[in-house]
């Protein structure tokens, strides 16, 4: 590096001031919520276009057409954290958040404006799978990277509060796509909103995105990572580096497969279980999970400041516990279940548990690793059990449904949460051990 370059990167590893920080957790925190709006929009809205995609059947037969092919967007994420990841870690927080974006635009409009399989036939649900690869690769970037951006950004002292905002904006990204739904449901005939409605919501995450991009463009970037910068004699992100820490990699693994399988049983698949199985109206599950979603959404910030107080593992510990015990009982419980508000009331206390995760999994991970590899060692490892746990959630719980044995899916649920709370009980406290904090 050339006395120049160096001249710049001291300076601009100075402080941030607290108006930077604010501003900067919001620019990113906003593009975030973009992203998971537009990657949403697909399991909010799949109940009205899996007909445009697909040959006629039942109705769980094209759900689980549609499932497969929003597992098949999980494939990718691996890769995009890895690459994005490895981006993030040599180019910048900042410039690896742009490109994110980008990408998911790109995914949004290709499904906003594919023709229909009657009309284009088998070309149609391809179109689809390469938009959900697209949208894959954008949000196995984007994970890595915001984390990492914002357990940077914020001190020491709040970094569990400011970085439980990545759950606050994903959550209301889906909210924000589920009052999509609920207003085109108001104003569009069901007909409507299955031949041509759907589309409106894929329209406007794509112009959402290019917002998001002006955004990100007023960033700051971390001070961690021009530190590294300056630092000539750190190693470059690799996947050989990361291999180095083979501990740090098994514990974002282990910490995340029960998380990201509750978190996507109670969030995404209980609109579909509440029509499929429960046998509520489409406008109703909708309803429900909007106002479950909302509340879920308050409480990340919270979980995020008492861990700030009280530490990582206790939190995480809780909610192994809660989540082994209190699983089977839930979903058996809604299988029968007679009202919304006791639909209502189950679904809320499912999230309350999964808080646990949420509000602190992404601070927790970032902890973990160096600078040099902070958004590589976040993104690949949780990208990957994203996609195994997370992402076959629906089309699991679909499948024993299939074959009759429904129950079979939620001792799989309960199975992963206790492999998880294993490593909570064993891992240190992150907040006591924060490699953030040694920089």
Request: with cysteine; aromatic share 12%; proline share 3%.
């Amino acid at each position: 590096m050339d006395t120049t370059a160096s001249i710049a990167a001291a300076n601009s590893a100075v402080p941030k001031t607290t108006s930077q920080r604010l501003k900067s957790i919001f620019s990113g925190s906003v593009g975030n919520l973009v992203e998971w709006y537009d990657w949403y929009v697909y399991a909010a809205f799949s109940l009205y276009f899996a007909k445009s995609f697909f040959p006629q059947g039942d109705m769980t037969a094209q759900l689980l057409n549609t499932a497969a092919i929003f597992a098949v967007g999980f494939l990718m994420r691996p890769i995009g954290g890895w690459l994005m990841g490895i981006y993030a870690d040599r180019k910048g927080r900042k410039a690896a958040l742009m490109v994110s974006v980008l990408l998911m635009c790109g995914g949004s409009l290709i499904i906003a404006l594919t023709p229909s399989y009657e009309s284009i036939g088998v070309a149609a649900p391809v179109l689809l799978v390469v938009a959900r690869l697209l949208q894959g690769l954008s949000v196995g970037g984007e994970y890595g990277t915001s984390a990492t951006y914002l357990s940077e950004m914020a001190t020491k002292e709040r970094r569990g509060f400011f970085s439980s905002f990545q759950y606050v904006t994903l959550i209301s990204g889906q909210l924000i796509a589920l009052a999509v739904l609920i207003l085109l449901q108001q104003v569009l005939t069901t007909e409507q909103l299955e031949s041509w409605g759907w589309r409106i919501p894929f329209l406007i995450g794509a112009a959402c995105a290019v917002s998001a991009l002006y955004l990100r463009r007023g960033m700051e970037e971390t001070t961690s990572f021009k530190k590294k910068e300056k630092d000539e004699t750190k190693s470059e992100s690799s996947l050989r580096a990361l291999l180095r820490h083979p501990k740090e990699v098994l514990t974002v693994v282990g910490l995340t497969m029960g998380g990201t399988l509750a978190f996507y049983t109670y969030s995404i698949y209980m609109q579909k279980y509440l029509v499929n199985t429960v046998g509520m109206s489409k406008s109703d599950s909708t309803m429900i999970s909007a106002a479950t979603l909302f509340l879920f959404m308050l409480l990340q910030p919270i979980v995020g400041a008492l861990s700030d107080k009280i530490g990582r593992r206790p939190i995480l510990i809780s909610f192994g516990v809660l989540g082994t015990l209190c699983t089977y009982p839930i979903l058996s419980s809604l299988h029968t279940v007679q009202t919304l508000w006791g639909a209502f009331g189950l679904i809320m206390a499912a999230l309350i548990i999964v808080s646990g995760y949420t509000a602190i999994n992404a601070v927790v991970k970032a902890e973990l690793f160096p600078t040099e590899i902070r958004a590589l060692g976040v993104g690949l490892p949780y990208a990957l059990t994203v996609s195994i746990f997370g992402g076959t959630a629906e089309y699991v719980a679909l499948w024993f449904k299939s074959i009759g044995m429904e129950s079979g899916f939620y001792w799989y649920v309960t199975a992963c949460i206790g492999c998880s709370l294993f490593v909570y009980l064993t891992m240190k406290d992150t907040q006591k051990h924060s490699r953030i904090t040694e920089e």
